[in-house]
């Protein structure tokens, strides 16, 4: 028996076991191993595999290694965005302990193939974003227009809301993604996506809380909405189940799979 929907983006979901009408982008990856958690899928090629059983066209990733040991785990990136050119966009990660490392790369960032931005793990370094040796990578990504994904937590004082503000406010051309949209501090994540063009909500985790894609849909910013994963940390399976089944519209739906990070992303975009 059919499923009964009057959606066709569910109906397709549910009869196929993916999407198939339009590519799903992924805003949020990662790549490789991670102490003290064993991940059965972890490399490009395996990752890849993962995608194409989920309908995910393509992944923006910051590599594990990169996040603490920027320069070899950039490298390694690197190599891999060179294998699967088709499949894969690098956000180049930086920690501001290194900022010999965020000066160079800001001066040579033409050089790379396949990065569109930057990813700094803000909390985890204990590194607050508004930190001046931070600034010549926002100056970057502001007189480029460049993504910037950051971990954003509720209650973080690294890159927390008031921190993103801050950083808006300064470069209103850096595309400012928060990853996991300040968790837990909805409210004052959907009002920096509502004030800031320049600021995004991406859904890693935040999906996993009941009725907080409805919540930033019925509030009025489907277009500031990214689908993302944290790919190999979750399936991506389902977070598109999620959002299939948020009580909004198939218009909304595939702004948040698709639409947005296309336009984001255009750039870098192979199709």
């Known amino acids: ?33 991670w102490p003290a958690i064993w ?70 960032f033409s050089r790379l193939r396949g990065f569109a931005g930057y990813k700094i793990l803000a909390a985890y370094n204990k590194t607050p974003i508004t930190l001046p040796e931070y600034a010549p990578l926002w100056a970057h990504a502001h007189e480029e227009k460049r993504p910037v994904l950051l971990h954003t937590w509720g209650g973080d004082t690294c890159a927390g809301w008031r921190q993103v503000k801050e950083i808006a406010e300064r470069y209103p051309d850096a595309r400012i993604l928060m990853g996991h949209s300040q968790y837990g501090d909805w409210d004052e994540a959907i009002s920096l996506a509502k004030e800031f063009p320049n600021v995004f909500c991406e859904l890693t985790a935040a999906g996993d809380v009941n009725g907080v894609v409805q919540k930033m849909v019925d509030d009025g910013i489907e277009e500031k909405m990214l689908f993302g994963t944290d790919l190999p940390w979750f399936d991506p399976m389902h977070l598109i189940g999620v959002i299939a089944c948020s009580r909004i519209s198939d218009a909304a739906r595939k702004r948040i799979l698709h639409d947005n990070a296309a336009e984001l992303f255009s750039r870098w975009l192979s199709c």
């Open 1 to 33: 028996m059919k499923p009964r929907t009057s959606s066709p983006i569910v109906r397709e979901l549910l009869e196929t076991g993916r999407i198939t009408s339009f590519p799903v982008i992924d805003a949020h990856g990662h790549m490789g191993t």
């Open 39 to 108: 991940f059965p899928n972890s490399d490009a090629q395996q990752m890849i595999h993962t995608m194409d059983r989920c309908g995910v066209s393509t992944l923006v990733f910051s590599h594990h290694n990169a996040l603490q040991d920027p320069q070899t785990g950039n490298e390694t990136a690197q190599q891999e965005i060179d294998r699967f050119p088709d499949r894969l966009i690098g956000y180049y990660a930086v920690n501001a302990r290194y900022p010999e490392n965020i000066r160079e790369i800001t001066r040579n």
